[in-house]
Every structure is written in C-alpha cells, then in structure tokens.
C-alpha cells in the first residue's frame, strides 16, 4: 500500500551542526505534508507544513524542501541546539479540502543533540 | 497560548472494561479528531469529528470504539469493552481549518496513556 516513510531511524548531530531529516512519500495524489516533532511524553507539536505547490518553504531556524518528482520530503533545521532532540516525524494529508486533518504519519526519526 | 487537553494522562483498565477519555479541544476550533501511537510505533488515525458527526474513520475505528461531543467543550473517545491491543497513547487534536486566515494546523494534546492489563 502507499505509504509514508523515513530513511534513517536515529540522527545524531552535534550542537550547532545543522540537521537533515528524510522523508519518503509513495502517495503522489497527497497534497499537503506537515513536519511534527514529539518530545518525550508529549504531543506531536507542528513544526512546519507545506502543500505541494510550492517546493521550499522557511521558518524559524527551519526549512521544509518537497520534490514531487522524486517523491522526497526533508526538514533542514539550521543550528541545531539540545532543545531540537526529539523524534520528527513527517506526516502528508491526501487533500487540502478533502479529508482534512486525516494525517498519515510517517516511521519517525528519533534526533540526538550531542554538545 | 490556547491548547488541547485531555484527561486522564494514564488510564489502567482491565480487559472488557469500558473506558472514556476526555479532551477539551481549542475553543473556536470546529475539527476534532482522535489518533493513537502505540509504544514504539507511529501516530494513527482513528478519527475525525465534524459539524457534529463523523468525517472519517479508520479500520482501526470498529464497533468498540465511539465519540461524542456531549456539550460544548468537550470530546470524547469511548472503548466500549477494550482489549489487550487497545494500549497505546491516544491523543486529541484540533483544527480550525478553513477559518479566515487559518493554516489548518492540527493542535494536539499530550496523551491519554491507556494501558489495558
């Protein structure tokens, strides 16, 4: 079945290196993909989104890049400091108008921030 | 900042027992959903919530499962007679979608740990 998935299980990055996380995305009729970060005994927290007409979108210290073509989705968080370990997971939603709020989520990556 | 809560945070039941969790979403949201994550896995979606009335369910979402909104505030999930495999952590999100200058961020609560013995 189609799915979302994640390369690389645990990403261990020394403080102030910036951070790649992977996405995989199978489903190409999905409109709309969202970067969560979960902390240890919380919620998934939004981080950014972006909807599949644009390639790049920025925040704060992050960057989510979607290349449609070959189905790829990352977060680039720039400096990374201890506050950014957590697990990061992508999530897509088939539709922007159509199922909203129907998240697929993706395996996770779990992030180490290494002084 | 407005946020989701739900109670309890961790709910031990026995096998059949019937169990509520309970979420007061954001206040002018009007989506509402139900996603759990059992230990070690990823976040799954059972539900979402509408207008009153279900949007859309997942297969996990059978029979034993059901949700309310019983006033104006808050959201239930309720496990009529729950099974081992019902552990897990549930989490309640919310959603303005589709307001004026809304980014359609699904807002989630910490959890209700639900540990079926």
């Known amino acids: 079945g189609e799915s979302v998935g994640l390369h690389l299980p645990t990403l261990s990055v020394q403080e102030g290196d910036n951070s790649i996380i992977n996405c995989a995305y199978s489903n190409s009729a999905s409109d709309y993909f969202i970067w969560y970060k979960q902390e240890s005994g919380k919620g998934p927290q939004f981080i950014i989104d972006?909807?599949?007409?644009?390639d790049k979108r920025q925040g704060q210290r992050v960057t989510v890049l979607l290349n449609k073509t070959v189905k790829h989705l990352s977060l680039q968080i720039a400096a990374t400091q201890p506050g950014d370990s957590a697990v990061y997971f992508c999530?897509?939603?088939?539709?922007?108008?159509?199922?909203?709020?129907?998240?697929?989520f993706g395996a996770g990556t779990q992030v180490v921030v290494t002084p | 900042e407005p946020e989701v809560t739900q109670t309890p945070s961790h709910q031990v039941t026995q096998m059949g027992q019937e169990v509520i969790l309970r979420c007061v979403p954001i206040s002018n949201h009007l989506y509402f959903y139900w996603y759990r994550q059992i230990l070690g896995q990823k976040v799954e979606f059972l539900v979402s919530f509408y207008n009153n009335e279900i949007s859309e369910k997942s297969e996990i979402f059978d029979d034993q499962f059901s949700v309310e909104r019983p006033d104006g505030s808050n959201f239930t999930l309720k496990i009529r007679s729950t099974k081992l495999e019902d552990s897990a952590m549930y989490f309640c999100?919310?959603?303005?979608?589709?307001?004026?200058?809304?980014?359609?961020?699904?807002?989630f609560g910490e959890g209700s740990r639900l540990t079926v013995l």
């Open positions: 999100a919310s959603s303005n979608h589709g307001a004026s200058g809304s980014t359609g961020e699904l807002f």
């Open positions: 972006i909807r599949s007409n644009m």
């Open positions: 999530a897509e939603n088939m539709s922007w108008t159509d199922s909203w709020g129907k998240l697929q």
